[in-house]
Nanobody, 129 residues
Framework: QVHLAESGGGSVQAGGSLTLSCAAT????????MAWFRQVPGKEREGVAAMDMDGRTSYGDSMKGRLSVSRDNEKKTLSLQINSLKPEGTTMYLC???????????????????????WGQGTQVAVSS
């Protein structure tokens, strides 16, 4: 059974940058889709960025332009660099994975979290002004 572990969260000042990492262990050897979502307490989960195993990416609207996502299929990792962080308080960033390509989409998406079958516990990011 796959296990996702996020790391890299912490406290940072607005305007700074942060790199989050997600490491997968267990089968499948390679998840077709890996993605980042974020969630503020009391609000719905929001898609941030997704990447398929061939490197195609998709981004959520709210953070587009401030992100850089990358993955290493051999190491089974997914990274997310967030630049120009905004003072949004505390947000949980969660890594998600999907074994196969969703047939109803052109590529991996962050439109709906229901596409993803396994999730990490999250890493918390606190941005202060």
């Amino acid at each position: 059974q796959v296990h996702l572990a996020e790391s890299g969260g912490g406290s940072v000042q607005a305007g700074g940058s942060l790199t989050l990492s997600c490491a997968a262990t267990g089968p499948p050897d390679v998840s077709y889709c890996m993605a980042w979502f974020r969630q503020v307490p009391g609000k719905e989960r929001e898609g941030v960025a997704a990447m398929d195993m061939d490197g195609r990416t998709s981004y959520g609207d709210s953070m587009k332009g401030r992100l850089s996502v990358s993955r290493d299929n051999e190491k089974k990792t997914l990274s997310l660099q967030i630049n120009s962080l905004k003072p949004e308080g505390t947000t949980m960033y969660l890594c998600a994975g999907r074994k196969t390509k969703p047939s109803w989409r052109l590529t991996c998406s962050v439109v709906g979290d229901e596409d993803y079958g396994y999730w990490g516990q999250g890493t918390q990011v606190a941005v202060s002004s």
